[in-house]
């Protein structure tokens, strides 16, 4: 499990490392793993490390201090600072002899050919917007990489801001991004991830829980996942494997709830049956379609005992999803909730073992903000979505963030390629079987959007940018076996 810092939560670590007297360790571990990277890139030619006055400062003189030992041609161009590390490391770093030399835009223009770029200028402290003479620094690193100059970020590009996924002004593009303990939301999140090319994640000498009470969010691995992921006995029956109803379909939408049946038989769902009150199509012989003249009464009339293990509601459901979505959720059965069904009035209307799956947009009309809001700060608005929703929230994208009451997780891979219609109503599906299955809402979710990325992942070999939903439905198998390391994982067999 990979722990997500915000800015607060990198300072508060930083003070304690100071009380225990290992923050100069620290940024000693930091700037060795910053050489390290540059010689495993780019192991000829010469080095120039930028360096500012902050702690990033301080691990760029680690840096070429560790270059320059090594036998690398390195050279500093310096900001004035008074962060004491910095200056400590700067007299250390001219003590063997290294050359220090102010920094400006011009220098570095005349200074960056035929060399690699180090950006230690600005790291998870900085607050837009750029001051002019910097901004003038990071134009000529953009201008340098321009000319094919390699670059690479300690911790973060200058220019960004740790919390937000957009750009707020100038900043740098970095072929590799060096990072230290935790992710931040800048390096995963949209535009702004772009420009950390390779993200990096150096460990430092910590004690495992100073990082996990600081974190806002954490990334699970597979390997974190794997053992939530359902296992049969060899004697399971349909039966026993989930009954999965997909509620959905509506004039002109018949393909979504078709594609969410498709998802939950290919996420293991031993029984699915799509009711809708148009004609769906018949994508695969093993899915049962029931049409109803009258689909609200159909659901009101269904006795406790007929009811399925768990649903989803809402793909290309149509102007009736608030109301049926509202009789569906007095049920109490564990429910997915999408496109059409996630509707503003079904605040408070929610439980226990709700699955709210919005995107951006959707969660902007839930939430009452605009889109960029949301897509500014995923986390910020995956937290809000939940606390006004309840139950457990996805807010898809790339990555996707859950959360659940004092708890986000943040999802990892994908393929852009899976910006396509039916995306969603796959994963619908997908969760819905793993809730059948007996997952919790929480785990069904973070391994239900892992499993649609993986099998993504797995599509876009063949198709790439052309993938489409039911290509991805067709490799969650595959994934499956590689969240399991390669075995479908049968006790006795």
Known sequence: MTPILTPDGVRQLDARLERARLLDLAMEDAGRAVAAEVQRHWPQGQVLLLAGGGANGGDAFVAARHLLTQGRAARVLARPSTHPLTRLNRRRWQAVGGDTRPL?????????RDTVLVDGLLGTGFRPPVRDTLAAVLEAVSAARARGVPVLAIDLPSGLDATRADPPGPSVQADVTVTFAALKP??????????????????????????????????PDDADLAPLLPVRS?????????????????????????LAGLGALRAGAGLVTLHAAVDLPLVTPELMIHRHADLPAFLAGTA???????????????????????????????TVLDADALQPELSGHGHAACLWTPHPGEAARLLGLPTPDITRDPIGAARAL???????????????????????????????GMASAGMGDTLSGVLAALLGQGLSTWDAARVGVRLHARAGERAAEQFAYGLGATDVAGELGRAWMDLRGGSAHLPGV
């Open 104 to 112: 400006s835009a011009a220098a570095l223009s005349r200074a960056a």
């Open 186 to 219: 800048a390096l995963l999140f949209w535009e702004a991830a772009a420009r950390c090319g390779q993200v990096v994640l150096a460990p430092l000498t910590v004690p495992p829980d100073w990082l996990s009470d600081l974190e806002v969010a954490a990334q």
């Open 234 to 258: 060899a004697g399971a029956h349909k039966g026993v494997a989930g009954r999965v109803w997909i509620v959905g379909g509506h004039a002109g939408t018949v393909g979504a709830p078709a």
């Open 304 to 334: 406790p005992d007929r009811r399925p293990d768990a649903l989803a509601l809402g793909m290309g459901l149509g102007p009736d999803a608030a109301s049926l979505a509202r009789e569906v959720l007095r049920w109490q059965v564990p």
């Open 386 to 416: 939940q606390e006004r929703l309840g139950g457990v929230v996805i807010l898809k994208g790339g990555p996707s963030v859950v959360a659940r009451a004092g708890e986000l997780s943040v999802s990892r891979g994908g393929h852009p």
